[in-house]
């Protein structure tokens, strides 16, 4: 264990670097927006420019790797999300910031997707649920500790944004001076509406709706922490709670869906999601604590949904289409995302702040009634037909790399069905020793 966790050291350090940065600009943002009278319209639309760079990253990003490798690509990747943050410090402009957080969306999805394949590639499937455990905690932790630094510094001037830059290059080092084989073909989702929803209509709506919410609440939540009157400190542990208290509440919860229906266990943390909404509309919090209280409620609620469905779908899916499953699921979230930014924004526009949990209460009531509804239609299925529930980070990171890494039995015939005459090892920079020596034998033979 130790042996596998040393060999991919420098990976992980890389992915954390990326995702202190990420941590910090998606904070930063939104706060110094506020700071700058920009309505909660146009900080919606933040939101809804990062989900659309980034669904076009997990799409895009697989090509580009092919076409010029993978160290190439991620320095690529690294210098876009730089210039994005640069860029946001000198052009203090909403429509701006709109256009560079998609050019930001779409670096952070490339740079993880090639960070992820890495590790996909140095991971045996025996070992890959412990190195996806390991690469989930120090992302969460990295992240949450991006947000934090906030707190620290002054968001009105251009520091915390070099700050930023600064990390998304050191995450160039790790992974620049790697000697590892080159990866297999990056994974690409594909979006199949037709079939997912004859395979589980649930996971469909709650799926997309389930983005709306967390999109929303993801991309706003620093805003309506600002708007109620938190400090910045206050805003950080604000958001910060939502994140870790939904991580933790996976444990349980995962327990509870691999021993009950799935469905029962979505329509359970909907009834808690609405609850909380309604804390958060009829009590707005009035202090620091309340706040964080409240927030840790609501992100142990909505950061579930989605594990909870995947593995729902993936037990009415052929065990050899897990990866198009569970991708197809991850484009329909990244949808939804792009709806819930917007929509929270008008609300809060026309409603003051409590109209971001008008639109994710919305949500969730229709998560409630649907789920509600398709348990009249359809079996449950039999507990010796379940898959493993596995837990997904409440941070919206995740990519069709990070499935294979998080599901250690699906068959190579995945991927090799759909690369099938591509070189393994597309980029010459990369080639080892070993993998030489490899070749030359082969001459000789």
Not at 149 to 154: E, H, K, N, P, R
Not at 364 to 378: E, K, S, V
Request: hydrophobic share 50%; with cysteine; net charge negative.
């Amino acid at each position: 264990m130790s042996r596998s966790l040393f060999s991919i050291a420098s990976l992980l350090l890389g992915s954390a670097f990326l995702f202190f940065a990420g941590g910090l600009t998606g904070m930063l943002l939104p706060v110094r927006g506020g700071i700058e009278g920009f309505s909660s319209f146009n900080l919606g639309l933040l939101g809804t420019g990062w989900a659309v760079g980034y669904v076009s990253g997990c799409l895009l990003v697989p090509q580009l790797v092919t076409r010029v490798g993978h160290i190439r690509a991620f320095s690529v990747m690294a210098a876009m999300a730089c210039i994005s943050v640069l860029m946001s410090s000198l052009l203090v402009l909403p429509y701006a910031w709109i256009i560079l957080r998609a050019l930001a969306g779409f670096a952070f999805a490339g740079a993880a997707m090639i960070v992820e394949g890495w590790l996909v590639e140095r991971s045996e499937p025996e070992s890959r649920g412990m190195i996806f455990g390991t690469y989930t905690m120090v992302n969460l932790f990295a992240s949450t500790a991006g947000q934090m630094v906030i707190a620290i510094g002054s968001p009105e001037t251009f520091q915390l944004f070099t700050v930023a830059c600064i990390f998304y290059v050191i995450a160039l080092l790790p992974t620049a001076l790697t000697k590892s084989q080159a990866p297999v073909p990056l994974a690409r989702a594909k979006l199949n509406v037709p079939r997912l929803w004859k395979n589980s209509p649930v996971a469909v709506i709650a799926v997309l709706l389930t983005g709306i919410s967390n999109g929303s609440f993801g991309t706003l939540v620093a805003v309506y922490g600002h708007n109620i009157g938190l400090s910045v400190s206050g805003v950080a542990l604000f958001v910060s709670a939502s994140i870790l208290a939904g991580a933790a509440a996976q444990i349980p919860i995962g327990f509870l869906s691999d021993m009950i229906d799935r469905r029962l266990v979505v329509i359970v943390i909907a009834l808690v999601a609405i609850a909380s909404d309604s804390m958060f509309v009829t009590h707005a919090p009035t202090t620091t604590t309340i706040a964080v209280i409240y927030s840790a409620i609501f992100g142990a609620a909505v950061y579930s949904f989605y594990p909870v469905l995947v593995a729902h779908a993936n037990d009415h899916a052929d065990p050899s289409e897990g990866l198009q499953t569970s991708g197809g699921l991850l484009l329909l979230m990244g949808c939804g995302t792009m709806i819930g930014p917007l929509l929270g924004g008008v609300l809060m526009s026309v409603q003051g702040p409590n109209g971001l949990f008008v639109s994710t209460t919305m949500a969730h009531i229709g998560i409630l009634l649907f789920t509600i509804w398709r348990m009249t239609q359809r079996v449950a299925v039999d507990d010796e037909d379940k898959g493993q529930f596995v837990p997904i980070s409440p941070m919206r990171t995740r990519t069709p790399q990070t499935i294979l890494l998080a599901d250690g039995e699906i068959a190579e015939e995945e991927l090799s069905d759909d690369y099938e005459g591509e070189s393994l090892a597309s980029d010459p920079l990369e080639s080892t020793p070993d993998r030489a020596d490899e070749e030359t034998e082969a001459e000789k033979q």
